[in-house]
């Protein structure tokens, strides 16, 4: 049983998701490879190879994956993972984009956004927005699974002395080509990847107050993310929502100021390892999920919180 694990990456650096994604392959048992395509990433490559339990890098530098299309890349996954019994990859943008389209094209189903394994063949996965879990078992001859990183502690990043292969494979399908990007840039960590996460929500009132929350962040090297209450009320870009569909974040410590707690919004925060709610109703729902809670009004709690570190 050999496992395909498809990194996520920025050509020149493995994303932290990758190595959740390893740990998920290393439950499942056998041999595992993992595939970096894009262009210019031997630093992306040499950093998969040293992942403690990784047996093989397979390297695909090709200008047509330079900017993860998935068009092109799935072709490529999808004519290496014939030869694999599992072909595993993070539920990311870039995973949730690539890997069904393997899946079709191996004529088999997929499993979507794993957080545990039972065996080779039987895997969990949350429903309903978190609130049931499915366990889900596979009769694929080819098993295509997207892992939810906040499900599986990260692999050791160093350890590993794996050997490194050059493949190749469909390269550029002429279906799409790569426009720009505009990246957000941020002095604080990145959100799904940060130890301490501080979220607002409806409660902020508006942008202008999420203020408070930024200047509470740097003092923690925090995160700053927001509720879909917040995001669709204008007071933040939608790159900071987290929830069931924004970001699922799973920090050490997850601070929710002015959030009710909606259903949605707890399925991509509740792994937190401690929840602190602060908000003026007691009987708001996030109470029920939260290890300390404080019924005040934020605008004096983060004020006197700030103060106190």
């Known amino acids: 049983m050999t496992i395909l694990v498809v990194a996520e990456h920025t050509n020149a650096a493995l994303a932290p998701a990758t190595l959740n994604t390893v740990a998920a392959a290393q439950k499942i048992g056998g041999d595992i490879h993992v595939l970096v395509a894009g262009q210019g990433v031997s630093a992306a490559a040499e950093a998969a190879a040293k992942i403690a339990g990784v ?54 189903d997929q499993i979507s956004e794993i957080v545990s394994v039972e065996s080779a063949d039987t895997f969990k996965r949350p429903i309903y927005a978190g609130n049931a879990i499915a366990t889900v078992q596979s009769s694929a001859a080819i098993k295509v699974i997207t892992v939810r990183s906040t499900g599986f502690d990260a692999a050791a990043a160093e350890g590993g002395s794996a050997a490194t292969e050059a493949v190749s494979g469909p390269a550029d399908a002429g279906k799409s080509s790569f426009v720009g990007e505009e990246l957000a840039k941020s002095d604080r960590p990145e959100l799904t990847a940060a130890k301490i ?10 942008g202008d107050n999420f203020k408070h929350l930024y200047s509470l962040a740097d003092k923690l090297g925090a995160a700053v993310g927001a509720s879909r209450a917040a995001v669709d009320a204008g007071f933040v870009p939608n790159d900071m929502q987290v929830g069931q569909t924004g970001k699922i974040v ?10 009710s707690g909606a259903i949605q919004h707890l399925a991509g925060m509740k792994d ?21 809670g404080l019924v005040a009004d934020l605008f004096e709690a983060i004020p006197e919180l700030e103060k106190a570190i």
């Open 55 to 108: 047996a093989k890098v397979l390297v695909a530098d090709n200008a047509a994956y330079a900017n993860q299309l998935p068009e092109n890349v799935a072709p490529l996954v999808a004519e290496l993972g014939k030869s694999y019994s599992h072909i595993l990859a993070a539920a990311t943008s870039n995973g949730k984009n690539i890997l069904p389209r393997v899946a079709a094209q191996l004529d088999v």
């Open 197 to 206: 996460v501080v979220s607002g929500g409806r409660g902020m009132q508006n």
């Open 250 to 259: 799973a920090p050490q410590l997850y601070i929710a100021v002015g959030i």
């Open 272 to 292: 937190s390892k401690v929840i602190v709610a602060i908000n003026k109703d007691e009987e708001a729902p996030i109470f029920q999920v939260a290890d300390y």
